[in-house]
């Protein structure tokens, strides 16, 4: 698969793009308090069981169209870019923790309220999860000062245990070496910094091809 593959031109005006994240925002939400849920019940084992049941034809109705491939990233006229899948901050992914990022004066920052379901270590997130939070903050810090890039490397320290619950993360762009751009990060809780990082985004070559090739007269 090329890493061209899954970017897509779409025609969809603004509102029809409004209806669907009304449609498909609220069932993310609803499917996320059903994990949370999943992961906490105590209930009795009759409603567990009831639970399985309804669940199980809640999917079966949501299973009988299904797209063809992953959302991938669809791109609209007017500049707008939806990549709702997304493991991070996708609308319609319930188990991201859904980032939403905001980008000022070159910080790109955001919260999220980790509950249960990132659990690591009793109580604190996996570590596994701090650095999805991280590759995805730097990656947007990167891609939207200008140079973006696929995460060639990513280097986490973990200062202290990041506890479940809410957690900023925050991360700019520090410098450009030709098609790789150094981007770095911190997640922040109550109990102060928990983890930094640095990643190493590198534009990938058949992406500067295609730049290259655009560019040539014809
Ligand atoms: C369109 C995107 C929008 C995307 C914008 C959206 C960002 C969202 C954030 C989500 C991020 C992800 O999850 S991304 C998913 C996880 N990452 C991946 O799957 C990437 C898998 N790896 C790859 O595709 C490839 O190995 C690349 C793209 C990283 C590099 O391949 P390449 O492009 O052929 O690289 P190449 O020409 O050999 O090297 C170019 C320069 O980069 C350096 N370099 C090469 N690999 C690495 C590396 N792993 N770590 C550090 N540096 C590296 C080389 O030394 C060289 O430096 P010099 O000689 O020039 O000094």
Redesign the pocket.
Known sequence: MS?LDGHEAERKTREQIEAEAELFGPLTSSVRSLIDATVMTDAAPEHIVRARALVEEAAALLDSRRMSAPFGTKWSADGTRRSWGNAVIGLRNPIAPLLEVAYEDGLASAEADLGAAYEGPPGLVHGGVVALLL??IL??A??HAGV??????LTVRYRKGTRLGPVRVTARVDRV????TFAVGRVHTADGLCAEAEG??????E??DMVAEMGRPQ
């Open positions: 890493m590759d995805q990656g947007g990167a891609d973006p890039g696929m995460t060639g490397t070496e030709g098609v790789k190493i985004f590198v534009l990938p070559r992406v500067r």
